[in-house]
């Protein structure tokens, strides 16, 4: 299903910092496929200043949930006592019973040590010790999230996107940023079913979705497919 060449063919670009925008690695049928059964229902909306997008329950292994359980609370107990309580909900499970046949064949991929292998040959992190979190986003007008650079324990980010069509008028691009400005715009990635963006967390990397407007037809439909690692073992 998922073309791990692509990923391994791409160049990590180094300005404004460690990013990439792999093409191709789904087919298109595959992405058409996992389009149609796309989730929705079990959406939350994420409010507040600057930003709003519906996102799902995450979606973790069994080995990095018992991961992130283990991750030490010394260095940020508050980010530790709100994974901990998401378990404790099920908001963090390993239970692919809801989703469509496609859909688990996708996650069951992304769980495999090949897949981690391919990005960290790519951009150079190393993800073997990281807990991997999956979780959906769906984005309608009006929803955006503000410029921001994701929190320390996040190492690494790979955003997938389901959209065979999107207008540039109906906004919702990922924007790669040369700083925190809005305006500061260095790329522009449209929300396309071809593409794929990676971003490694860094002091600098500044990234944001831009607004969606009322123009969209449909909803902006994306995975994100974020590696956290324990911030006590200096990583």
């Not at 973790?60 to 018992?66: K, L, N, P, R």
């Not at 107990?77 to 989703?99: D, K």
């Amino acid at each position: 299903m998922l073309n791990l060449d692509a990923i391994c063919r791409t160049t990590m670009q180094e300005i404004p910092y460690s990013y990439a925008v792999i093409e191709n690695l789904l087919p298109k049928e595959v992405s058409l496929e996992l389009a149609a059964s796309f989730p929705q229902e079990q959406f939350r909306l994420s409010t507040g200043e600057g930003y709003g997008y519906l996102w799902s329950e995450m979606l973790a292994s069994d080995e990095d949930i018992a991961l992130m359980c283990k991750f030490s609370v010394s260095a940020s107990p508050e980010l530790a006592a709100r994974w901990r309580e998401r378990i404790t909900q099920g908001r963090l499970s390993s239970n692919l019973g809801n989703l469509s046949s496609s859909w688990q064949q996708m996650i069951e991929q992304l769980w495999t040590p090949a897949y981690r292998q391919a990005l960290t040959q790519m951009s150079g992190v190393e993800l073997k010790n990281c807990a991997m979190i999956i979780g959906f986003r769906r984005y309608n007008p009006g929803h955006c999230h503000r410029p921001h650079t994701d929190e320390p324990s996040k190492a690494l980010t790979h955003l997938l996107f389901f959209n065979e069509q999107w207008p540039t008028e109906w906004g919702g691009y990922l924007r790669i940023l040369n700083n925190e400005q809005p305006e500061s715009v260095f790329q522009d990635i449209l929300p396309l079913s071809q593409l794929s963006a990676v971003i490694v967390r860094s002091y600098n990397s500044w990234h944001m979705v831009t607004t969606v407007t009322s123009a969209a037809l449909q909803s902006r439909l994306a995975l994100r497919v974020a590696f956290f690692h324990n911030l006590d073992a200096g990583s």
